[in-house]
């Protein structure tokens, strides 16, 4: 597809600066934080009951990452979904490790049905296992690939009206009306714990600037893919990986973008 | 002002090893943890109402840092500020986003009305806000200079009895009796989350050793200031910066400071 | 020793990717879940209430660090080690800060007391003070050598039927039966916070694997260790340490262990 709409988005970020609200997990906070003045972005990381909806109507996005959850934070999440809802701010939620645990399949169904839910982000164990269609997670990991993972990705955008865009080897972006395939990305990516959840940043952050969900979440995935891809040719292993992934994507120019970028719209 | 002088209160915390109890958010306690270490203290992040007073009578100073608050953290911030006020244990409050909601600004100012803080340290939008002088605060970031924000820390320090540091381009250190400009530092500390935490914990490691509060906020912030003029000559993007920043910490040595600190004292 | 055996235990839990559930502390969530990944395994850090007893049940580890503990994250904890134990899924604790506050100690003695360990993980202070044989603790850190640590190491072990280990200058690996001692590692892993809870993770990923707990545990500590001599060659100070100390884990083959493992079987 046309790569001068995705740098155009980057470029848009860059000089937007959106408020991206995270409710996230104690793991990557620190690292979705990073990445989100990287990109371009603020972030903030809130859960106070007391602030929630004061917090979120400031945001240009809201970000829901139950990864550490517990009764305490999913309360939150609510309270901050649905004040997002009533002032039309973008929710995007990372079902972190859906299908492990009954738990965490119910707090993230519950989510999409009770929220209306901007894009979801996660890898195919957590998507199938949230569209009933298989996938194995073991922990917080996606450990095979799942056999029709691209029709559970539309049947959920369908039924939910929501972006669904899981990430893997080639990642998949599904709304009610277009499919997006990404192929930018590096294995090493899949080396270090987070890039799931940095994933979902960059979505929140380029969902933050374009109304179009699909074709941001596409943007975003294929600049964090790009962004890996140089990182890779410099890395020592995964640590230093992860420091020149964080590096290549504030380095990341829109010029990049319009020479690498591999999206290719389906539908 | 002598350069001796902030060279010899390094080598203090060195020597000394401080222990700072920190009770600090989620996305900065990997980092100010680490900067502990690095500048010679020891660090202790704990929060259980049950351990509280015992651990903030062994520390040499508290470290308050409502980043991600909620209820039972200000709640066991407010016990450990109370032991360590009773203990003499100097007091150091990083007013986190004040401003950005009526929580955040609330919390805040009754720490400063009901404990007594050594050292308030923040960006501009946080102090002004706290000091009802304007000032913007998206999420936790100061988004634009304070007109008359010298005179604000001044009244700050004068109505609490606080030393006000307020971090930015040029740092101001203010108290009653003094008033200090530090031009250390580097743009690239912008870059990533979390400097400010840092330069908070920079303040505790001097304070804990330096009874002048003023004076070891101002070595403190020219220490810090020269690691990341440091730290920004090798660094190939945000992530590596603070690899680099924390490196140079831990290397900073005192003849560097010597020659290197820009600090101004103007009362 | 043979250390063939020891690059065979590496070479296994490479192939059997072992699922580790921490309940673990805020401070170095991010470096555990890193190392998991890097040594082959997969993390799952996860304390809600309600996912507690499904989540262990999928693990081949638990590991319970208190390092910020609370009464909820305390309560989790015990939930999961009961279910760990009624499955035979192997727990390794790490007491950290035992011995620095009085809760500190009694929630690590509940634990030793009413769970059954599979490991203890330590540093001197820490397990003297569990021992009731002295030893100092400042915050977290042990502040120095324990007269008589290894005789307190073998009687805990007695005592618990855990595995003892403690890791310093020399880790000291104790069990009823058997008695190690490991040189590998370098004084650069004392310069960051979070090698000891790291450790208690290698050793997680290797108990996982390996039913000898003893001889899993000298294992896990040699192949660290032996990862930090090989990070402190190209580090600049203890940032790029630890960066290259998490390279170098990810990095590290069989024949360097049949190289250079330094394990001692004194029993």
Not at 76 to 90: F, Y
Not at 183 to 202: K, P, Q
Not at 235 to 241: K, N, R, T, V, Y
Not at 246 to 255: I, M, R, T
């Amino acid at each position: 597809m046309n790569n001068a709409k995705i740098a155009e988005i980057l470029t848009r970020v860059r000089a937007q600066k959106p408020l991206l609200h995270h409710i996230t997990n104690f793991v990557v906070m620190n690292d979705t934080a990073n990445l989100t003045l990287h990109i371009g972005g603020l972030p903030v990381m809130a859960h106070a009951k007391e602030e929630m909806e004061e917090m979120t109507a400031i945001a240009n996005c809201l970000i829901l990452n139950p990864g550490t959850l517990d009764e305490e934070w999913v309360h939150s999440m609510n309270i901050a979904g649905k004040k997002a809802n009533a002032l039309g701010i973008p929710i995007v939620l990372d079902p972190v490790g859906a299908g492990a645990t009954k738990y965490r399949t119910k707090v993230n169904t519950d989510f999409l049905q009770n929220l209306r839910i901007a894009a979801l982000r996660g890898n195919q164990g957590e998507i199938a296992a949230l569209a009933g269609a298989g996938g194995k997670v073991r922990g917080v990991e996606s450990v095979e690939d799942v056999t029709g993972i691209e029709s559970a990705a539309m049947r959920m955008a369908e039924k939910y009206g929501a972006v669904v865009a899981i990430t893997g080897k080639r990642d998949i972006i599904a709304s009610r009306d277009s499919l997006y395939f990404v192929d930018n990305g590096h294995e090493r990516m899949a080396s270090i714990t987070g890039t799931g959840c940095m994933s979902t940043t960059m979505v929140g952050a380029f969902i933050a600037v374009e109304k179009d969900f699909a074709l941001a979440s596409a943007a975003a995935l294929a600049c964090f893919g790009l962004a890996g891809e140089i990182a890779a040719r410099q890395a020592e292993g995964p640590a230093s990986f992860r420091v020149a992934l964080l590096d290549a994507v504030a380095n990341l120019e829109p010029e990049m973008v319009l020479r690498n970028a591999r999206v290719t719209k389906m539908k």
